[in-house]
Structure formats: structure tokens, C-alpha cells
């Protein structure tokens, strides 16, 4: 009984809410990509048990992406029937309003889908596991376009598949192909025809979704493949620069596992990636055209769990092993450890409203954490009992709602100050 009067809180305050996010773009971690979202006044502590649950949806497919929310509708993917991926739309009280095929899912290592939906102006832009670029119809589910940019451009896979979220342009659709023919490519977002592709820097895609930012003017995607960190003028598809990321591996343990969007801010370029290698910090020219190391950290070398920046520091998950690691700031200035904290282990990290939301990949244990360079600041934390397999999948927030997925299931918790 006490779950379903939450749940009517729920469907009640949602219907009478306007989404902050509804107006823009609903992509991988965030507006911005950086993990930080607007929230709204939200809790900072929560009960012995955690926040209330609101809602679980179950069947959402298995996948290891990250819901979101837009127009007030829930759009997660997952696989389902027979390795396929599907992206289906909830409404705001769980009711599913339509479903969608995509294209193949991943089946090797690891399966299960990876591309979070990119959605803007009602459309919707996802990349299936085995390299099918969609753009799909918001309110009905239908496909406006397909390309096989994987086939079609002649792309390499790495170890583990795909897991690169659609990246927007103005005009265009940013993919990470790989291969001899081209590396990126931008797609019309119109009709999904080509309108660039780059030369090719050669080699496999790596995990990591692209990033865009602006740097005197000009529009950069910063793009990663099994090699190399990548500067591209988004207008036309130039690479403007190029850093060799591999010196920096020490061993070939995960060699070429480049897996988290890097973070930007006022011309430097944060770059972490796994398996005790250093975490660097690039600073990019003011032209745009070339970059330089200025510090790196030998502590915050995250594994797929993501970053965020808040109050000048850095905060995330290190890589000890596969299974393990530790949570640790460094100082975006000049690379200092601030402190390194063990906390079951390692996993995913997102920023609202002045709180860290952690995602502990091994038990689903969640925590929220007070930022601060003298330790680490726990005011909350309950466990992600739903759901089977590994808790891969980033939590999102949305307007006072904590989206935590795992596997099949998706809970959405209320962490709205009252």
C-alpha cells in the first residue's frame, strides 16, 4: 500500500510539472554531457531507506544505457526479441505508449544495449549495437531514417561493440566509425545522408561518446577512438588536431578501452580512461588547432563511470581491477589529489544542485555525497535491489526524479524538497 500511494503522489505531481529539459535536448549525461543536470531544489540528505520510490517499470529490455525523460515521456533502450535493440516510450505513470526496433544489437562480449537516446525537436537519434544509425519519430515511434554508417563507411568494431551515444550539431548527426575509410562522421540530421566524413586517422572506434564545444568561435567535437584523443571542426569535418593516447597506457591491459566523454572548461580538456593511466589535462590553443598536456594524475583513472567537475575539482571512481576501485577528487588547477576513499567499489557518478549521486556497479549501492576537498561527505545512501546483472548503467535526474536503471528494470525514486 505504501508503494502505491507513492506511486499516486507521483503520477499527480508529474502530470502538473513542466520539464526543464523538455525544451532541449535529453542526451547522455546531461544537457551538457558533463553529468550535471537541473534538478530543482532537491534533497540533501535522505531517510534511513533512501528516497521514496516512485515507480518501476519492468521489461524495459536488458541494456546498460541511461533513461531519459523528455516532453514528459520516459524513453529508455533495451534488448529484447530475439537480439534486437528497442527503444520504447513510457508515460509518466509507467503505462508503455509505443516501442521500436532499431537495428541489431551487440551479442559478443557483454551484450546489451549501450547508446543512451539523443533527442531533440521531437526527434529522436540512437546508435544500435552493431553500428545502425536511427532517427525516430518521438511522439509515434516511427523511423524517419536509417543508415548503416558501420557498413556503409567500412567502420571497425573494438573488443566490446558500440556504446557511443548520437552527438547533435546544428545540422548534423556526429558518429565514431573507425576504420581505413574515414574515422568520424556527420550525418544530415534532415535525412541521415552524409554530409562530411573525416580522413582516417586509422584503427577501431574506442566506447567513449564525443563531446562538442566552443573554443574562439569555432565548433569542436572532441571524439576518441582505440588510439587517439580527436579535435574536429564540426563545420566541415577537419581534423585540427591529434594526440596519440597509447604512450600513455604503460601495458596492454585494456589497451584501446577509451570509455569516458572527456570534460571541458575554459579551454582545458579533462581525459580519463581506466586500467592505471594517468588522467590528463590538455589546454587547447585559443584558435582551437592544437592542444598541450599541462598536468596529469596518476590516482583518477576511471574505468566507465564517467566524471563531473564542480567547485574547481574532479570527482570519480578509480580503477584498481575489473572489480574494483576507489573514489577519489583531484583539483581541476592543477591535478592535486584532494582525497582517494574506498567505498564498496567503483561506478558511475552524476551532479544536481550541489550533490554527487554515486552508483556503485557491483551491489547497486547508491549514495549522496557532499562535494568537498577534505572527504568524503555521505548524507544518504540506499540499494538497488531490482534488476539483474552488472549496475553499468548511469542514473539520470530529471525535475526532482532519480532515474536508476538495472538491467530490465528501471526505478525512478522522488529526491524533490518538499
Given amino acids: ?113 549501450r547508446s543512451t537516446p539523443t533527442i531533440e525537436k521531437g526527434r529522436i537519434y540512437l546508435v544500435a549495437g552493431m553500428g545502425i544509425v536511427s532517427c525516430i519519430d518521438a511522439a509515434s515511434g516511427n523511423i524517419i531514417w536509417q543508415n548503416d554508417a558501420h557498413s556503409n563507411y567500412k567502420g571497425e568494431f573494438h ?78 569535418g577537419e581534423v585540427l588536431w591529434c594526440f596519440d593516447m597509447v604512450y600513455l597506457h604503460g601495458g596492454d591491459r585494456g589497451s584501446g578501452a577509451h570509455n569516458n566523454t572527456p570534460l571541458y572548461k575554459n579551454g582545458e580538456i579533462f581525459v580519463t580512461n581506466g586500467y592505471n593511466r594517468p588522467a590528463v589535462m590538455f589546454s587547447l590553443s585559443e584558435d582551437g588547432r592544437s592542444i598541450t598536456v599541462k598536468w596529469k594524475n596518476d590516482v583518477l583513472d576511471v574505468h566507465h563511470g564517467g566524471v563531473v567537475e564542480t567547485g574547481g575539482n574532479i570527482y570519480g571512481a578509480n580503477w584498481i581491477d575489473n572489480s574494483r576501485g576507489n573514489w577519489t577528487s583531484v583539483r581541476w588547477e592543477d591535478g592535486h589529489t584532494n582525497w582517494e576513499t574506498e567505498w564498496h567499489t567503483k561506478g558511475s557518478i552524476v551532479f544536481a544542485d550541489g550533490m554527487l549521486y554515486l552508483y556503485e556497479e557491483r551491489a547497486g549501492n547508491i549514495a549522496l555525497v557532499k562535494p568537498g576537498t577534505q572527504k568524503f561527505e555521505i548524507t544518504g545512501a540506499f540499494q538497488m535491489k531490482d534488476g539483474e546483472g552488472a549496475h553499468w548503467a548511469h542514473p539520470s535526474i530529471y525535475n526532482g526524479l532519480l532515474l536508476i536503471r538495472h538491467g530490465n528494470i528501471l526505478n525512478i525514486y522522488d529526491i524533490k524538497v518538499r
Fill in 1 to 113: 500500500m505504501q508503494l502505491f500511494k507513492y506511486q499516486l503522489i507521483a503520477f499527480f505531481f508529474i502530470l502538473n510539472v513542466h520539464f526543464a529539459e523538455s525544451q532541449v535536448s535529453a542526451q547522455w549525461r546531461g544537457p551538457q554531457r558533463d553529468g550535471k543536470y537541473q534538478g530543482g531544489a532537491l534533497l540533501k540528505t535522505w531517510p534511513e531507506n533512501g528516497p521514496p520510490l516512485l515507480l518501476t517499470i519492468r521489461g524495459v529490455g536488458n541494456g546498460y544505457s541511461q533513461p531519459v525523460i523528455y516532453d514528459e515521456k520516459i524513453y529508455v533502450t533495451g534488448v529484447k526479441n530475439d537480439a534486437q535493440d528497442i527503444l520504447s516510450a513510457y508515460d509518466m505513470a509507467g503505462k508503455m505508449l509505443w516501442e521500436q526496433v532499431y537495428g541489431k544489437a551487440w551479442e559478443r562480449s557483454f551484450p546489451g544495449t
Fill in 159 to 236: 573488443r566490446w561493440g558500440i556504446a557511443e551515444s548520437a552527438l547533435l550539431t546544428e545540422t548534423a548527426v556526429i558518429y565514431t566509425v573507425g576504420g581505413d575509410e574515414t574515422t568520424v562522421i556527420a550525418l544530415n540530421k534532415a535525412d541521415g545522408s552524409l554530409l562530411w566524413k573525416t580522413k582516417s586517422l586509422g584503427g577501431p572506434r574506442a566506447y567513449a561518446s564525443p563531446l562538442l564545444i566552443n573554443r574562439s568561435g569555432i565548433n569542436i567535437i572532441i571524439a576518441q577512438t582505440a588510439k587517439d584523443l580527436i579535435g574536429i571542426d564540426a563545420g566541415n
